[in-house]
């Protein structure tokens, strides 16, 4: 009894974060499985495997999946399978794409997904369009543009706009079958593939409205095209997962790419062998997607066709949910920081340190989360760990800028004003200064009362005649002390006002 207790307690206490789905997803590259723990709407990746079994490899010639890819996709899905037993995660889902739809023994390979236990589904080419298009949708929610997916046997192209997609389309033009447009060399290949675009009915002239918005990129390739652009520019973030580059920038990244070998691309960190030997053929393909849709910007997208499927389950509440503040609250209460407390501070804390210009209220509050969350950490390497936090993890919702301020109101929560050139490489002065100041007043709200539900209640921040105003409650004058009274000061300074301290009836807060 007292064992299943404790139990019990530890995975209420790890919540979510315990492995409750997954996913497993046979491509014509990769066989992959991926278990998520965290909430849906921004979930958290817990296990993620793949077997590179280039089951489409043959399709275009011999129309089979090859003997020995198979055996050796089923060597990788009996070990998969056995994995989700052991680990007790019963909402398996397993899609299947180009290869398998497209191959005369698809029925023998699925019969054998059978006998092990796995429960297949071959997903078409316009529901495999229309799934990435969502995974977009949950990571980027006001999205608006094209959504190309780019995966070992075919390209998917649908559009999206106001959280909705339509005209989807699936095309032969997946990674292994690029090479047979490159017979004239690539200086050919360009004028093959517009051609194939245009024959298979992807032709959007006068259908898109006068603002092209953005073309999402999803796919392996696409990903490691992004690092690519990101290590050229000296991007200080290392998640390619919205990463976006403007036309003329993504119409010279391709350029380059085009003109390259794979075997001078191999050597490329974080960039896989097989990975760098798609790249230059991807990249035409992208210079022919580029011409015809002229979009605003490119965005790299690493939610598509797996996040899609969890974002397809998900009741119309949980969908509205924002998913920077979902991911960042269970991260948060998970080491700590409860969301409750987190919103009362936020909102303590609003009349002297709002949002204004270069924010948003839902950025404060993750800054805000993740603040309070960081006070768990050790003090000697809470400031790099809670940065790095804050700039590298996979945060859905939000950008370079937006990380930049998450940053800056973490550091000056822990009164550290010197921010790393990176953090300051991300955003304005301007924007890191809004933010310093949401970390300084945090601390004042913290560090006031020990972060006592109770003095929240008797105190008010305010900011009035040009005054920075703390009141207090008479019954709680003596929490005003020394660390309080350098704390307003602190803000004060920041903020170019004076300030004084109230004491008053708590009736008159």
Do not use: C
Not at 20 to 30: E, Y
Not at 171 to 182: A, F, M
Not at 254 to 270: F, P, Q, V
């Amino acid at each position: 009894m007292i064992w299943r207790w404790r139990r019990e307690n530890r995975e209420a206490a790890l919540g979510s974060g315990a492995p409750n789905r997954a996913i497993i997803d046979i491509g014509s590259n990769t066989v992959r499985l991926v278990v998520y723990g965290g909430t849906m709407r921004a979930p958290t990746v817990l296990l993620n495997e793949k077997v590179t079994a280039k089951l489409g490899r043959e399709i275009a010639a011999t129309g089979r999946l090859a003997d020995e890819a198979v055996a050796l996709a089923l060597r990788g899905l009996k070990r998969f399978a056995l994995l989700l037993t052991d680990l007790g995660v019963r909402d398996v889902e397993t899609v299947a794409t180009a290869a398998v739809r497209d191959a005369a023994n698809a029925p023998e390979f699925l019969a054998q997904l059978t006998e092990i236990g796995l429960t297949p589904r071959v997903i078409s080419g316009e529901e495999e369009a229309l799934l990435s298009a969502h995974g977009v949708i949950g990571a980027f929610p006001d999205a608006r543009g094209i959504v190309a997916d780019l995966g070992g046997g075919s390209l998917e192209l649908v559009r999206v706009a106001n959280r909705t997609a339509d005209s989807a389309s699936s095309l032969p033009l997946g990674t292994l079958r690029l090479p047979d447009h490159r017979k004239g060399g690539r200086a050919d290949m360009r004028k093959s593939l517009d051609k194939a675009i245009r024959k298979d009915g992807w032709d959007l002239s006068g259908n898109l409205p006068a603002e092209n918005g953005a073309l999402y990129l999803v796919g392996g390739t696409w990903r490691a095209m992004a690092v690519y652009a990101m290590a050229a520019r000296g991007w200080p973030l290392s998640d390619p997962h919205g990463f976006a580059i403007d036309l003329e920038s993504a119409q010279a990244l391709t350029a380059a790419l085009s003109a390259s070998e794979s075997d001078t691309l191999k050597g490329r960190e974080r960039i896989s062998s097989m990975r760098a030997e798609k790249l230059p053929d991807a990249a035409v393909l992208l210079q022919a997607l580029l011409a015809r849709l002229a979009p605003e910007k490119v965005v790299f997208s690493s939610w598509g066709l797996r996040e899609g499927l969890l974002y397809d389950r998900l009741p119309d509440h949980t969908r509205a949910q924002d998913p920077l503040l979902a991911g960042v609250a269970v991260f948060a209460s998970q080491r700590g920081a409860e969301p409750t407390l987190s919103t009362r501070m936020a909102a303590w804390t609003l009349d002297a340190a709002p949002a204004r210009q270069h924010g948003s209220e839902r950025l404060r509050l993750a800054a805000t989360m993740l603040a309070l969350a960081a006070m768990q950490i050790e003090p000697n390497i809470r400031q790099p760990q809670a940065i790095n936090w804050a700039l590298h993890k996979r945060w859905i919702g939000v950008d370079g800028m937006g990380r930049a301020m998450l940053a800056a109101a973490i550091a000056a929560n822990g009164n550290q004003l010197s921010l790393p050139a990176e953090v300051r490489a991300l955003a304005s002065e301007e924007a890191i200064e809004e933010a310093v100041r949401w970390g300084l007043a945090l601390r004042l709200a913290r560090r006031l009362g020990a972060q006592s539900r109770r003095s929240l209640e008797v105190s008010r921040l305010v900011v009035d005649d040009g005054a920075l105003v703390l009141r207090l409650a008479t019954s709680h004058a003596a929490l005003f002390g020394q660390p309080t009274e350098k704390d307003m000061k602190l803000l004060a300074g920041r903020l170019g006002l004076g300030w004084r301290v109230e004491i008053v009836p708590e009736s008159e807060l």
